[in-house]
């Protein structure tokens, strides 16, 4: 059995008040799926000392670099030593906002792990991707990066995040079927280099997932979990999502 991961990306939001209210609900959430929460970095090390202790603490980017003349970049061994498990790299948002490319992504993915943390890859297709008929094109080669700079082991330590760009935000999720298409081909992908670790490989599910749609999506045999926005900012609906997925 995969264990099933339930993580917040607060994104450029929250304030200490949210820490303190997240870490109040969040006692009753330290069994059954694996809770985690990705505040913005500023808020990591109030996290750290408020949060039950079952609750996962990770980071929404890191630096490919290890140390160095790097101004605003944060390395894998700082976000460790503020208590964190994992780290974002190659969000969406980054990848556009910030022309992230595959290869600085996989950068990242590597550098992540180096430090001892777990990297939550993001990967999908825009909506003129998805039109074309390139999904499958665009997923492949976002993970031929990881590959190509980590090996066939990449995935052993690691977790995927499909995140269909069109879903983001837009209170347009991806049907279970689309979701569930996508991620059995990623974990097919993985299997083409090592069985072992596409088999334990949890790949999560972002893109409009709330408290009234995780619990289909979460059905789906290769879903084992959500990379959750705008619904991780409400503690309520953060955790009936969680209870959503304990319960799948
Ligand atoms: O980008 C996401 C998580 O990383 C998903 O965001 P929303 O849940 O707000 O659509």
Do not use: I, K, M, N
């Given at each position: 059995m995969r264990r099933k991961i339930i993580a917040g990306n607060w994104k450029m939001n929250g304030d200490g008040e949210l820490v303190r209210r997240i870490a109040e609900r969040a006692a009753d959430a330290a069994s059954g799926a694996e809770l985690a929460v990705c505040p913005p970095f500023p808020l990591l090390a109030a996290a750290a000392t408020q949060l039950p202790s079952g609750v996962r603490l990770g980071a929404q980017d890191v630096s490919e670099?290890?140390?160095?003349?790097?101004?605003g970049e944060v390395s894998g061994a700082m976000l460790r030593e503020a208590g964190c498990r994992y780290a974002i790299v190659g969000h969406s948002e980054r990848r556009t906002l910030y022309s992230e490319d595959n290869a600085r992504v996989a950068g990242k993915y590597v550098a992540a792990q180096r430090a001892g943390l777990t990297p939550i890859l993001c990967i999908g297709e825009s909506l003129a991707e998805r039109d074309a008929e390139r999904t499958e094109a665009v997923v492949a080669e976002q993970l031929g990066a990881v590959f190509e700079a980590?090996?066939?082991?990449?995935?052993?330590e690691g977790v995927v995040a499909y995140e269909p760009v069109w879903a983001i935000g837009t209170g347009r999720t991806a049907t279970p079927e689309q979701a569930q298409a996508v991620h059995a081909f990623v974990r097919q992908r993985v299997a083409e280099r090592d069985t072992d670790s596409a088999e334990a490989l949890p790949i999560l599910y972002g893109g409009s997932m709330k408290a009234d749609n995780a619990a289909e999506l979460l059905a789906?045999?290769?879903?084992?979990g959500g990379l959750i926005?705008?619904?991780?900012?409400?503690p309520e609906a953060f955790l009936a999502i969680h209870r959503a997925a304990t319960e799948a």
């Open positions: 670099y290890e140390a160095g003349a790097y101004t980590a090996g066939d082991r990449a995935f052993a789906q045999p290769d879903v084992d926005g705008g619904a991780s900012l409400d």
